[in-house]
């Protein structure tokens, strides 16, 4: 065989992997075993919670790096009217097809969406301001133009 080397190099990382595969599943039902006995004690005190609260809501790696930034600022430039975090986190959820039923969902996703504004924000791509009683957020610049 002219690549020896490589291949018996392949196979020992290929050995690594499959090491480290073992060892996370190992870890992951040991982790599942603790969440099944928290739970357990939970229910002997007492302690009835509906399905949908034992669930993680999960958000992070769900928009590659400045995706949602720019997702954010599209919609922004769109509407000089400005929009709140809640009609960016519908907006959001239209575009990529998400059901918007789910109140912990939208809960975790319109703070991701907050997390990500602040940081526009912070280096001046956005504005907010209040009207109406809600915040409403800007491209920045846009805002100061809607003021009487």
């Known amino acids: 065989m002219a690549h020896t080397y490589l291949i018996s190099g392949l196979l020992e990382h290929r050995s690594q992997i499959a090491g480290e595969v073992d060892y996370?599943?190992?870890?992951?039902?040991?982790?599942?075993?603790?969440?099944?006995?928290?739970d357990?004690?939970?229910?002997?005190?007492?302690?009835?919670a509906d399905?949908?609260?034992?669930?993680p809501v999960r958000t992070a790696g769900l928009f590659r790096r400045g995706e949602l930034r720019r997702l954010l600022l599209g919609a922004l430039r769109e509407a000089p009217e400005g929009l709140t975090v809640e009609e960016m986190a519908a907006m959001v959820c239209r575009e990529r097809g998400w059901e918007t039923d789910d109140a912990r969902w939208m809960a975790a996703l319109r703070?991701?969406?907050?997390?990500?504004?602040?940081?526009?924000?912070?280096?001046?791509?956005?504005?907010?301001?209040?009207r109406e009683g809600c915040w409403y957020w800007f491209v920045a610049g846009q805002a100061s133009l809607l003021q009487p």
């Open 24 to 38: 996370y599943r190992h870890k992951a039902r040991e982790a599942s075993d603790l969440l099944a006995s928290i």
């Open 40 to 48: 357990r004690t939970l229910n002997s005190l007492g302690y009835e």
């Open 51 to 55: 399905e949908g609260s034992k669930k």
């Open 111 to 130: 703070s991701k969406i907050g997390k990500s504004l602040d940081k526009a924000k912070g280096a001046g791509l956005v504005s907010c301001m209040e």
